[in-house]
């Protein structure tokens, strides 16, 4: 019942700025550490940016100035704002999330994915 709902996605020019919102809903209890990965076309899944429950955050260097995560815990949603954005940063972004339901154990989420295009 649980899902993540990404929104925010689209084309950029180089210098630009994006916000991407990842949307929790369902039978939340809990909601542990929410993150942002992105996937390059043709590379690998990689972590972009994590905020723990307790507000810490850690940030990939390439990104490291130029992304904020944040969280509206009353929404249970979750931020990355993207700043002075480069063709580099071109990639499907997901979000991903810890989170209790009707169990003790914190239980794996995906969003679905958005698109982020940036053109030079």
């Known amino acids: 019942q649980v899902q993540l709902v990404e929104s925010g996605g689209g084309l950029v020019q180089a210098g630009g700025s994006l916000r991407l919102s990842c949307a929790a809903s369902g039978s939340i209890f809990s909601i542990g550490s929410m993150s942002w990965y992105r996937q390059p076309p043709g590379k690998q899944r990689d972590l972009v940016a994590t905020?723990?429950?307790?507000?810490?955050?850690n940030y990939a260097d390439s990104v490291k100035g130029r992304f904020t995560i944040s969280r509206d815990n009353a929404k249970n949603t979750a931020y990355l704002d993207m700043n002075s954005l480069k063709p580099e940063d071109t990639a499907v972004y997901f979000c991903?999330?810890?989170?209790?339901?009707?169990?003790?154990?914190?239980?794996?989420?995906w969003g679905q994915g958005a698109q982020v295009t940036v053109s030079s």
């Open positions: 905020m723990h429950s307790g507000g810490r955050t």
């Open positions: 991903h999330a810890f989170i209790k339901t009707t169990g003790d154990i914190p239980r794996s989420f």
